[in-house]
């Protein structure tokens, strides 16, 4: 693997903490983060960009306040900008997802 080459897995196996988003890469102006996840995160919104995220393993809910989301491994779904979400990982087994942004981690935060 040279230099430019980035891998999933490595940098998913390097973090210690959940909810500790690491740049993995960037693409234009956005950064593309790797982050482990457990629990609820909190309802919020980010005005100015969309959000999206991919799932490598596991299983993850974007609540959405009309409904919720579920993916899987592979699955990617995009929260449009301004839309108020909240991601949830349950306690059933190694879930981590992979999301890009380009913007604040935690966006406007409502409970």
Not at 28 to 50: A, I, M, Q, R, S
Request: glycine letters at 6%.
């Amino acid at each position: 693997m040279d230099e430019d080459t980035r891998n999933v897995q490595a940098a998913l196996a390097s973090i210690t903490e959940h909810w500790q988003p690491h740049r993995l890469t960037s693409i234009n102006d956005y950064d593309v983060k790797v982050v482990k996840l457990l629990g609820e995160f909190v309802w919020h919104t980010h005005p100015d960009t969309d959000e999206l995220f991919m799932v490598v393993q596991g299983e993850l809910t974007i609540q959405l306040r009309d409904r919720d989301v579920v993916l899987g491994p592979n699955d990617v779904f995009v929260v449009p900008k301004g839309v108020e979400h909240c991601p949830a990982r349950r306690p059933r087994g190694p879930r981590d997802p992979l999301r890009a942004e380009g913007h604040r981690q935690h966006g406007r935060c409502r409970r």
